[in-house]
T-cell receptor, first 111, second 114 residues
């Protein structure tokens, strides 16, 4: 049974670029989460979908971060425009019956 | 929103001894408490969890205790091994209401000294 998959695993962007991160949740999981992880802030919620509906858009991240879930098996996170402070690991997770499982993450570096 | 405090942030123990990590939460509606282990360069992995209808759960060397009255839960790793060295995160969640969010602690860096 495949776990959560994320692509790309690494991304390097110039300041001001648009980048799109991709995630495929575990089949059958209704909840999908996007997090940003840094050493200083830890895990920060960016977006939360339940059955493809956006439930939480992460407040402070609204202006340049946009997550979409066009179908139950695929989600994207767009960052536009990127800034150096966006350098972090972006984790996608899906959950079922309360248990949440993380993907391998995308390490983003913004120059 | 919910705040989860996790202590200590750094923990060093001798191989074979026990390690304990403590978390506290604010929302009395929280009813699901997972623990994650994250090794360098890897994603967080669910290692054990406890729901609010239990006070204690054990999986091999891992023991989780939940005190709902005090709003505290803890992870105890018995007979630690070097392979237990990693970051550990606790989380609190309200589940079963049609909406689930996870509030994470800041993490504990555990080093097991051989």
């Amino acid at each position: 049974d495949a776990g959560v998959t994320q692509t790309p695993r690494h991304e390097v962007a110039e300041k001001g670029q648009t980048i799109i991160l991709k995630c495929e949740p575990v089949s059958g999981h209704n909840d999908l989460f996007w997090y940003r992880q840094t050493k200083i802030q830890g895990l920060e919620l960016l977006s939360y979908f339940r059955s493809k509906s956006l439930m939480e858009d992460g407040g402070a991240f609204k202006d340049r971060f946009k997550a979409e879930m066009l179908n139950s098996s695929f989600s994207t996170l767009k960052i536009q425009p990127t800034e150096p402070k966006d350098s972090a690991v972006y984790l996608c997770a899906s959950s079922h019956n309360a248990e949440q499982f993380f993907g391998p993450g995308t390490r983003l570096t913004v120059l | 929103g919910e705040q989860v405090e996790q202590l200590p942030s750094i923990l060093r123990v001798q191989e074979g001894s026990s390690a304990s990590i403590n978390c506290s939460y604010e929302d009395s509606a929280s009813n699901y408490f997972p623990w994650y282990k994250q090794e360098p360069g890897e994603n967080p992995k669910l290692i054990i969890d406890i729901r609010s209808n239990m006070e204690r759960k054990q999986i091999q060397e891992l023991i989780v205790l939940l005190d709902k009255k005090a709003k505290r839960f803890s992870l105890h790793i018995t007979d630690t091994q070097p392979g237990d060295s990693a970051m550990y995160f606790c989380a609190a969640s309200v589940w079963g209401t049609g909406y689930q969010n996870f509030y994470f602690g800041k993490g504990t860096s555990l080093t097991v000294i051989p």
